[in-house]
């Protein structure tokens, strides 16, 4: 891991980018450490820069937490093949246009959470190595899909925070009932890009003792601020 930048918030956080390898990444540490950590994964093609996702990460840290994202392939400025354009267009088109999206979602999303879940694994590894960072290991951000894989196959994760999810592949929705480990799901009522009634059958399926979901009228992009809050509560209570 090579860091290439750094500079001090105003809140004490230090934030930094790296690389690691192809992979670009940002992590944000607290003024008191060894800290916890959180990993925040995103996709659609967003970038880690992402404001809101950014907004998250510095409030997080602040809270005590060490906070890192990473590039998925497709996403911010990594590579993107003609074939993942075209499934993205395909994907919005059909949305936009209220015809079935499964087929295209499973062809699109499942090989992003198969290409993603090992360049994570190797991030964490590359992160626990640091005298700034410790266990317990926390999971949150709205790829729903690649943190159900994370939490089925990454033991050092404790405790995971989803948004919305709705739209995760059947595989994913298979694994579910493997998670164990628990939950806070968050769910926007009105979010036009994840249909309600499968994000309620996917968070029945979770197989975990402790699970709480959270709905608030609104879109997908209305969350609540106070649910961030909430969120680091959940965290305090799992990881700290």
């Known amino acids: 891991m090579q860091f290439t930048s750094e500079q001090r918030l105003d809140d004490g956080v230090l934030e930094r980018e790296f690389t690691l ?51 998925a392939a497709g996403c911010g400025d990594r590579p993107r093949s003609a074939a993942d354009e075209q499934a993205r267009a395909d994907l919005r088109r059909a949305m936009q246009a209220g015809e079935p999206v499964d087929e295209i979602f499973e062809s699109f999303i499942g090989p992003m959470v198969e290409k993603a879940v090992p360049e994570w694994q190797m991030t964490l590894d590359a992160l626990l190595e640091m005298p700034e960072i410790a266990g317990p290991v926390g999971y949150s951000g709205g790829w729903t899909a690649l943190g159900i894989r994370l939490a089925v196959v990454e033991p050092r994760i404790a405790a995971a925070g989803f948004f919305a999810g709705g739209f995760v592949p059947r595989a994913q929705r298979e694994e579910a009932r493997q998670v164990t480990i628990p939950l806070l799901f968050l769910l926007q009522w009105d979010d036009e890009g994840n249909p309600r009634q499968r994000a309620l059958d996917l968070f029945d399926a979770f197989g975990s003792k402790e699970k709480t979901l959270h709905a608030n009228l609104g879109g997908h992009i209305g969350t609540p601020w106070f649910e961030l809050e909430d969120g680091c509560r959940f965290l305090d209570r799992h990881l700290k």
């Open 21 to 71: 390898g192809e992979i670009p990444g940002t992590l944000w540490t607290p003024g008191i450490t060894p800290a916890p950590l959180v990993l925040m994964a995103h996709n659609n093609g967003l970038p880690k820069a992402d404001p809101r996702l950014v907004a998250r990460a510095r409030y997080t840290a602040a809270r005590g937490y060490a906070v890192a994202t990473i590039d």
